[in-house]
């Protein structure tokens, strides 16, 4: 009891520093509609003048949500009710906008019932009686071969809504895959500045999870740390979207598969003074979500800074980030940053791998992909292959290069993961990035004396 009581203040103190970017439930959701509300007002319009669809039809039964239909739920709804179908109407000549649902219910504030079912029973009838009215010119359903976000509308609603519809209309059903990726991509202003708070508090996390505060050397294993992550992310009131993953580099062993750091790597490794440590974690917080990779030290005694090599090592996978991220040009598609990138890092004598997704929304979301860890001549897909870049997004600039360390014998992969936020003027992190690997202990007067 004396020894809980000791670190109790401690523990208070450091939830009180996170909170205070941390909203209560009730906060967050009136700031979830706001955004919404936004979003449907001024953004949706504007995407559905530009991808050529004037009508967007989104239906999903209840808990088995379109991906697209679920980030336009209300805070209040945390899923689909019975089946919920979404209506929107855009007629550009007179610039009015359309948000209807054929559903018992308003959903939320944004989106109005357009169906009685007292004065006519049949949804699917409701839905056709709206179409009709309006004559549209192209009707979108989220249907996609390469965008699996995309690609929520199950096969039953398509046929019967297909069933339904009349014949006159069949020709003007079209995949609104690029309006739904450009949905779920495009971020607002208002959304950036949550999104910079949101990767400060996974910065936060990471920087206390790798120090003595949770690491003891010859005590904690790697699977304690991954699960005091985890833990932290619980007892801020947040979610994480995957589970957090630490692993180790040290002299005695050889460089394994990339895939090591995701699976197959020992469970409950001690970590040990000398080591390189490597995480990869993301939290999910209003809507939004993070993928950040960073490398920490374990000083030796006698160590009051980490090894040269291993800060020389850093800087190349700097370099390899600024390849990458001077390359990411409005309009290149994901392959063309690709290449260009690899190309330009193999020039300056590096040996890069990139895998860039699209973060937000989804942890990995829709948009551009440049590169996967296991396709580094490019994806063989529409969202790598000629799916282009576009301003007012974020990618999780997520990479390594593989460097030769003589003071170990073997190679070691500097492995890092930013957000980063493309926009009009061009390309910026998020929140920074790592440029120094963190320490631990951190240096205090007394250490190397």
């Not at 009015?96 to 559903?103: F, I, S």
């Not at 069949?170 to 959304?191: D, G, I, N, P, Y």
């Not at 833990?231 to 394994?256: A, C, I, M, N, Y």
Request: charged share 25%; proline share 5%.
């Amino acid at each position: 009891m004396p020894k809980l009581i000791r670190f109790l203040p401690f523990a208070l103190l450091s939830f009180t520093i996170y909170s205070q970017q941390i909203l209560p439930e009730v906060e967050r959701a009136r700031v979830v509609d706001e955004i919404l509300e936004e979003r449907f007002t001024y953004l949706l319009p504007k995407l559905m003048d530009q991808t050529g669809i004037d009508m967007w039809i989104l239906i999903s039964r209840e808990y088995n949500e379109d991906p697209v239909l679920k980030t336009m739920l209300p805070a209040t709804w945390l899923n689909a009710r019975r089946r919920t179908i979404l209506v929107f109407y855009r007629d550009k000549a007179k610039k009015t906008m359309e948000r209807l649902a054929v559903a018992r219910y308003n959903v939320g504030k944004s989106i109005v019932s357009a169906w009685d079912k007292e004065k006519e029973p049949n949804q699917w009838k409701r839905l056709m009686q709206l179409i009709e009215e309006r004559s549209p010119k192209q009707i979108g359903l989220n249907f996609s071969k390469d965008h699996n976000i995309a690609d929520g509308l199950d096969k039953t609603d398509y046929d019967e809504f297909m069933a339904n519809l009349p014949e006159k209309y069949h020709s003007k059903v079209a995949t609104a895959e690029q309006l739904a990726v450009r949905w779920v991509e495009t971020r607002t202003e208002r959304e950036m500045t949550i999104f910079n708070q949101l990767v400060d508090i996974t910065h936060d996390i990471i920087a206390e999870a790798f120090s003595e505060k949770v690491i003891t050397p010859g005590v904690t294993t790697t699977t304690e740390v991954e699960w005091w992550m985890r833990q932290k992310v619980t007892d801020l009131g947040l979610e994480t979207w995957f589970h957090p993953t630490v692993d180790v580099q040290r002299t005695s062993e050889e460089l394994v598969g990339h895939l090591y750091s995701f699976s197959g790597r020992p469970d409950d490794l001690v970590i040990q003074p000398g080591d390189l440590l490597h995480c990869d974690f993301g939290i999910t917080y209003l809507r939004l979500n993070t993928d950040c990779q960073e490398l920490a030290y374990v000083l030796k005694p006698k160590e009051t800074e980490p090894p040269s090599f291993l800060v020389n090592a850093l800087k190349d996978g700097n370099s390899v980030q600024d390849f990458l991220t001077s390359n990411m040009i409005k309009g290149r598609t994901g392959n063309e940053i690709l290449a260009k990138a690899l190309q330009d890092g193999r020039n300056a004598g590096l040996k890069p791998a990139i895998y860039t997704h699209p973060l937000g929304s989804y942890g990995h979301s829709a948009g551009t992909t440049i590169g996967m860890w296991d396709s580094q001549g490019g994806v063989m897909k529409d969202d790598g292959e000629n799916y282009p870049l576009n301003p007012n997004t974020v990618y999780a600039i997520e990479l390594n290069t593989t460097v030769n360390i003589p003071e170990w014998k073997r190679d070691i992969r500097i492995m890092l993961e930013e957000a980063g936020f493309y926009g009009e003027n061009g390309f910026r992190y998020v929140n920074g990035r790592q440029t120094e690997l963190l320490l631990i202990p951190r240096v205090k007067s007394h250490l190397g004396n």
